[in-house]
């Protein structure tokens, strides 16, 4: 079966640094355009991040632009999020997704969701 694991996540201060990976198996990585979500305490899963299958295609959501970097290795069956610069609002599970459609526009869209790795920034 499809699992996706989401590791890298933890405790870091204001303008710190982390790497999120997303460890995939039970399907042809390289097929899947991959997304990093996020849900903070209290809100709804926002949108972070996509990469397309090939790589050649990226897209970060204003909040982060700048200052996360999405990145996959299809020999590895990988998906990473490189967070710099990190705000207590970045506090939040992070989520990473599968999808077949090459430029996702819903999260509706993509098939399947890891279990999420918690970032809490302090201040």
């Known amino acids: 079966q499809v699992q996706l694991v989401e590791s890298g996540g933890g405790l870091v201060q204001a303008g710190g640094s982390l790497r999120l990976s997303c460890a995939a198996s039970?399907?042809?990585?390289?097929?899947?355009?991959m997304g990093w979500f996020r849900r903070a305490p209290g809100k709804e899963r926002e949108f972070v991040a996509r990469v397309s299958w090939s790589a050649d295609n990226t897209y970060h959501a204003d909040s982060v632009k700048g200052r996360f970097t999405i990145s996959r290795d299809n020999a590895k069956n990988t998906v990473y999020l490189q967070m710099n610069n990190l705000r207590p609002e970045d506090t939040a599970v992070y989520y990473c997704?599968?999808?077949?459609?090459?430029?996702?526009?819903?999260?509706?869209?993509?098939?399947?969701w890891g279990q999420g790795t918690q970032v809490t920034v302090s201040s």
């Open positions: 997704a599968a999808t077949k459609v090459r430029i996702p526009t819903a999260r509706s869209v993509y098939d399947y």
């Open positions: 039970g399907l042809t990585f390289s097929t899947y355009t």
